[in-house]
């Protein structure tokens, strides 16, 4: 039977994986096979989110769709994955410099270093299959909602 409905039960746990290439940056990545070639130290951390629900969804919408200064509509995805990791966070064990475990804050996911985040970003969207190659569908189908959105906001513009 498929499932209707998302509990609070539902969860996604990412996997982040932390070090640094041969120039000393900071290199970050979420599947294995992704794994850079002659890196050596490698930091395992876990972060666990639960899954989005409808309301969710359209709050990340809402939060990330803006007005350009000619009246269309523009999709922040940036704005998006920040707030998607903020909102469905449960857990981590991440740590600060001197070791000591931090909660998963907004504070500390705006904190990070942003090629971390953008790993967490990744592996949480493979996580809850949102870029599925057979889910092209699905992308078609947020597109022709938020072209309606954009519709139905310059009608209400209008009266």
């Given at each position: 039977m498929s499932k209707l409905f998302v509990t609070e039960n539902d969860e996604?746990?990412?996997?982040?994986?932390?070090?640094?290439?041969s120039s000393g940056n900071t290199?970050?990545?979420?599947?294995?096979?992704d794994r850079?070639?002659?890196v050596e130290q490698v930091e395992k951390y876990s972060a666990t989110f639960r899954q989005p629900n409808y309301k969710d969804?359209?709050?990340?919408l809402d939060i990330a769709?803006?007005?350009?200064v000619n009246g269309d509509f523009a999709v922040n995805l940036g704005s998006i994955?920040?707030?998607r990791i903020v909102m469905l966070i449960k857990t981590w064990d991440f740590v600060d410099e001197n070791g000591a475990?931090?909660?998963?804050?907004?504070?500390?996911?705006?904190?990070?270093?942003?090629?971390?985040?953008?790993a967490l970003a990744d592996g949480l969207e493979r996580g809850l299959n949102l870029f599925d190659d057979s889910d092209e569908d699905n992308l078609a189908n947020a597109k022709d909602f938020l072209a309606k959105a954009a519709e139905l906001s310059e009608l209400e513009d209008k009266n």
């Open positions: 996604v746990v990412i996997d982040l994986y932390v070090s640094e290439n290199i970050a990545w979420t599947k294995d096979e850079p070639e002659n969804t359209v709050e990340l769709t803006r007005t350009d994955r920040m707030h475990t931090v909660e998963p804050t907004i504070d500390f996911v705006i904190s990070l270093n942003p090629i971390v985040a953008m």
